[in-house]
Every structure is written in structure tokens, then in C-alpha cells.
């Protein structure tokens, strides 16, 4: 069974820095593709950047570019999010995702993504 925990959100002021983790077990890390969504109050989940198994592949959204880069750690089942100069609109639940997918797709919808994390608080005010 596949399993996704994340860790690494909390309370910021704007201008400060934070990075998320996500640790996967179960399943060949190698097979996933991996993505970031984040879904603030009052509005639905988001698509924020993602990787394709063979790395080719990344796409950001154009709100957190140049601000959020996301990586990917093989040998500790481990991708993290580095997001800098956090904004109050950055403020949202965290997750993040995985899903079997060939070396160069790169999905960007919720629905297609089967494994999820349980999700992390990013609170960034002013």
C-alpha cells in the first residue's frame, strides 16, 4: 500500500521561507510521478508544480515561479518543496501527490492522482 506523509508547514511572516517534505512508502519510488497541489480557504484544490518520473518534465504555475522549486530526493523516497518569499496567497493546506505514469508524462489534475498526503498548514501573513 502506498503511503504519503508530509511535513515542514507552520506559520510564517511574508518575505520568510519554508520547505515541505514528502516521504513515500510502499510502491517503487521510481514509478511515480510526483506533484504538489495546495487548496486555500473557500477554493479548490490547485496543481502548484510537478516532476515526471524522468525529471524531464516540470511545470509550475506561474503565481509561485521563480519562488517555489520542487525536488526529488531517490534515495530517501523524498520530494520537498522550497517555497521562498512566501506571500499571504501562498496561505493553504498542503499536499502532495503521486501517481504511476510513464518516465515522461506529467499530469496536472486532481482527479488523476490516485495517492495523496494527508496534508500541511502553510500560514503566511503579513
Known amino acids: 500500500q502506498v503511503s504519503l506523509v508530509e511535513s515542514g508547514g507552520g506559520s510564517v511572516r511574508a518575505g520568510d521561507s519554508l520547505t515541505l517534505s514528502c516521504t513515500v512508502s510502499g510502491g517503487d519510488f521510481g514509478d511515480f510521478m510526483m506533484s504538489w497541489f495546495r487548496q486555500a480557504p473557500g477554493k479548490e484544490r490547485e496543481f502548484v508544480t510537478g516532476?515526471?518520473?524522468?525529471?524531464?518534465?516540470?511545470s509550475t504555475i506561474d503565481s509561485v515561479k521563480g519562488r517555489f522549486i520542487m525536488s526529488r530526493e531517490s534515495a530517501k523516497k523524498t520530494v520537498y518543496l522550497e517555497m521562498n518569499n512566501l506571500q499571504v496567497e501562498d496561505t493553504a493546506i498542503y499536499y502532495c501527490?503521486?501517481?504511476?505514469?510513464?518516465?515522461?508524462?506529467?499530469?496536472?489534475?486532481?482527479?488523476?492522482?490516485?495517492?495523496w498526503g494527508q496534508g500541511t498548514q502553510v500560514t503566511v501573513s503579513s
Open positions: 516532476r515526471s518520473r524522468s525529471g524531464r518534465r516540470v
Open positions: 501527490a503521486a501517481q504511476f505514469g510513464r518516465w515522461d508524462s506529467l499530469i496536472k489534475t486532481v482527479e488523476e492522482y490516485t495517492h
